[in-house]
């Protein structure tokens, strides 16, 4: 038997985000449940979210976000040969979301699938993909995180809908030539499912519930360890990070974490203050929007870390395309 | 070795001042976190897990819920540390 010839490395060439349009701000959702702007900020420090159009579906977040990154990879569709879309709101058990994203953006009979390690997802797409490239499975990889979250979330839960919002971020995945370095680090992956229990939906009728308490304790003690790991196998000095984009989940869960990785000159995404928490959506969109804005360059080291419901966690380091 | 009360206070003082920016000084035992020191139940979590680093004494979330003042949690430590 012959093995396909793989590469030395795989990077990400470009990104790409997409929000919907609709803003939905703390004061409007304390018309409807007993709590407050001031509440909302100091508990999860969100400011306001984005929540899709009823009509407007994961599918279509996942193509939208996924074309801003073909784009600006400058790759053609046909050069993609596998599309990853990580998601725990799939629009249906099948088909799966990935083969119906890579039709609409033209992209003809890539291998295609989708992959649930919810809040976790997009980095452990991001490890299936680069494995995928250096093994010589693949030769691009589009990696898209998408979700529509505010259909799993019950309205009048005063706990949970303030947090949870809707989105999609996309990153192209390719070889390094010869003589470059590898611009994606060794994944640090885990998971516990003796804690599925602490946050879960229990099946197509039920909406999200989460122990806040139990997840914001093991996500301040047991996540640090798992980032500092991921630069250590990268051969990444934490205090060489020019930025740490963990899963945005709760921006005090953030700011624990952060100060826990020795990482002092590192840019912490806060994208949740004005997005919510996208589940596998916030790290690639919180990394196009920094980006964009130019708050980090072209060739830094960043520490990539999800973790989310099963319990289930990856971090990783990038450098930055 | 046990700790006297007053140690666990002091030590419970610095984890407050620590965690929620109280004044550890403000940290008397008569103190309620919620009403009076103004901490919310995350907080409190981060508060059980800097005890446990700091006492060796682990307080899980069930038990968080009925440590409403200072020295509720001065006693659950001091009980902790003599069953261990």
Known sequence: ?321 | MAMTDQEILTGLGEIVDEVAGVPADQVTPDKSFVDDLDIDSLSMVEIAVAAQDKFGVEIPDDQLKNLKTVQDVVDYVRNAEVSA
């Not at chain 1, 053609?76 to 953006?105: G, H, K, Q, Y």
């Not at chain 1, 516990?192 to 122990?211: C, L, N």
């Open chain 1, 1 to 321: 038997m012959r093995l396909a010839e793989g590469t030395a490395g795989a990077r990400i060439l470009a990104f790409g985000g997409y929000q919907p349009a609709r803003v939905v701000t703390n004061d409007e959702i304390a018309q409807t449940v007993d709590t407050s702007d001031e509440w909302i900020r100091s508990r999860v420090g969100i400011a306001q979210r984005r929540i899709a159009a009823p009509e407007e579906t994961v599918t279509d977040m996942a193509v939208a976000a996924g074309g801003k990154a073909l784009a600006a990879s400058g790759l053609s569709p046909a050069e993609i040969d596998l599309v990853i879309v990580a998601t725990c709101t799939a629009e249906a058990p099948i088909p799966n979301t990935a083969a119906s994203v890579a039709t609409r953006l033209g992209i003809a009979a890539p291998g295609a699938f989708d992959l649930n390690a919810a809040c976790a997802g997009f980095c452990y797409a991001l490890a299936a993909a680069s494995d995928s490239v250096r093994a010589g499975t693949s030769r691009h990889v589009l990696v898209i995180g998408a979700e529509k979250l505010s259909q799993w979330v019950d309205w009048t839960d005063r706990s949970t809908c303030i947090i949870f919002a809707d989105g999609a971020g996309a990153a192209v995945v390719g070889p390094v030539t010869d003589d470059e370095p590898p611009g994606i680090g060794p994944v640090v992956w885990g998971s516990d499912g003796g804690m599925a229990g602490k946050i879960y939906i229990a099946d197509r009728q039920s909406f999200i519930v989460q122990e806040g308490q139990a997840v914001f304790r093991w996500a301040t003690t047991a996540l640090h360890p798992v980032a500092r790991q991921a630069c250590e196998r990268a051969g990444v000095d934490p205090a060489d990070l020019a930025a740490f984009i963990p899963h945005q989940a709760n921006l005090r869960i953030i700011e624990a974490i952060a100060r826990k990785i020795g990482a002092p000159q590192a840019r912490v995404a806060t994208e949740i203050v004005d997005s919510g928490n996208t589940s596998s959506a916030s790290i690639p969109l919180a990394l196009s929007a920094m980006i964009e804005r130019g708050e980090v360059s072209s060739g830094s080291p960043v520490l990539l870390l999800g973790f989310g419901a099963g319990v289930s966690y990856a971090a990783q380091v990038i450098t930055v395309p």
